[in-house]
């Protein structure tokens, strides 16, 4: 099935509230798109649009070669004839059917015979690893097993498209763990397209193929995930993706370099900035190295508070009035009040103008 193309679509409430606003977005076929924001932000209404439970209140959806929506053509395409699988956060089974009847109920109302329906049966009860709880109730079963058996319900009927909606988010962080790497194996071994919401960052850059980035109903950025925290088109995408929060710092142009809180950033010749132009620049605390020792073009700065994870060290400096977090692998061991030389190491130099968009720049 080709592409699910949202052009221009809105969706607004009661004439005021502007859930979505002028989205387009075209879903690669195959791809695992995720839409991810914070709360409010209009995932939700925007899944319902393309399952149709929800309608524009103008643009046009395709799915696929077929015309799904558009209301200047009086065409809106009812739910089932859409070819998609819904499973959204409170997902309800039928607690007094066993598991495979919850599985098969759908293939019996669409009078799939009895051979067929015991080889799809498996093949997806093997896939989600529940084929040992087939003949139990659903209400004997945990959470996450509870949630397996939603997708299998969903999977079985061999829909060209998957929509979930926050569908992990009432797990424990151990099976929500588990079921990332299942949806993501799922995705490759059915080959289906999803399309997947959450508000859960981590969860977004390691499962999908592609994130669409919203903000108050608007689309910020549609990258794949590391493009986007590569290359953020703004400081909110900048902001939103990678734990812990990109350092953002004022900074000046100044002869070429990027200078900010005593730090310098040479910059290549090519790029299109004036001289003494203010600009906010972006470093993740891995792009960032502390030393005993000084060079000019660091910042000195003083430990306040050390954060020994185990594998990395968390450490919040003081540069000048700023507080950053850097993080280091090996072991400098620095204790609160130590006095370090911050050296910047941008793996892609991220500078933002004053409303905030992403200059393009490569670092020299
Ligand atoms: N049925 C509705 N009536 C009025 N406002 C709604 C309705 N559904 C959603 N909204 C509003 O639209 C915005 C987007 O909601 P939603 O799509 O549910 O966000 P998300 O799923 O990103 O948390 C919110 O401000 C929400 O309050
Ligand atoms: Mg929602």
Redesign the pocket.
């Known amino acids: 099935m080709p592409d699910i193309v949202l052009d221009s679509i809105s969706r607004t409430?009661?004439g005021s509230?502007k859930?979505v606003h002028d989205l387009t977005l075209t879903v690669p076929d195959g791809s695992f798109t995720t839409l991810l924001?914070p709360?409010?932000?209009?995932?939700?209404?925007t899944l319902r649009m393309i399952a149709g439970l929800d309608m524009p209140t103008s643009g046009t959806i395709y799915i696929g070669d077929q015309l799904a929506f558009s209301l200047e053509r009086g065409r809106s395409l009812p739910p089932a004839k859409r070819n998609l699988g819904l499973v959204f956060q409170s997902y309800a089974l039928w607690p007094h059917l066993t598991v495979a009847k919850n599985i098969t109920f759908g293939l019996e109302v669409q009078r799939v015979d009895k051979i067929e329906t015991a080889r799809r049966l498996e093949e997806v009860a093997t896939a989600l690893q529940i084929d040992n709880l087939l003949s139990r109730y659903t209400s004997e079963l945990s959470g996450g097993q509870q949630q397996r058996v939603a997708i299998a319900r969903v999977l079985v009927m061999r829909p060209a498209t998957l929509l979930l909606d926050e569908p992990l988010s009432n797990l424990d962080a151990t099976l929500r763990m588990d079921m990332r790497v299942e949806l993501k194996r799922l995705h490759k071994e059915t080959g289906a397209t999803i399309i997947y919401?959450t508000h859960d960052q981590l969860e977004a850059l390691t499962m999908s193929t592609h994130i669409a980035l919203m903000q108050s109903g608007e689309l910020q950025q549609f990258a794949p995930p590391l493009e986007i925290y590569a290359r953020p088109a703004n400081k909110l995408a900048a902001e939103f993706l990678g734990n812990p929060r990109i350092n953002l710092l004022d900074g000046v142009i100044a002869s070429g370099c990027v200078v900010c809180e005593g730090l310098q950033l040479t910059l290549s010749p090519e790029i299109a900035v004036t001289e003494g132009e203010k600009i906010t620049v972006g470093l993740r605390a891995e792009e960032l190295r502390l030393h005993p020792t000084s060079s000019p073009s660091w910042a000195e700065a003083h430990v306040t508070t050390a954060l020994p994870t185990g594998s990395d060290w968390y450490y919040h400096i003081k540069m000048n009035s700023k507080t950053l977090i850097v993080r280091q692998n090996d072991t400098p061991n620095l204790q609160p009040g130590d006095v370090v030389y911050v050296e910047a190491i941008p793996n892609t130099l991220k500078l933002f103008d004053s409303n905030g968009c992403a200059l393009i720049v490569s670092s020299a």
């Open positions: 409430y009661g509230v859930a924001g709360s409010g932000c209009g995932k939700t209404t919401v």
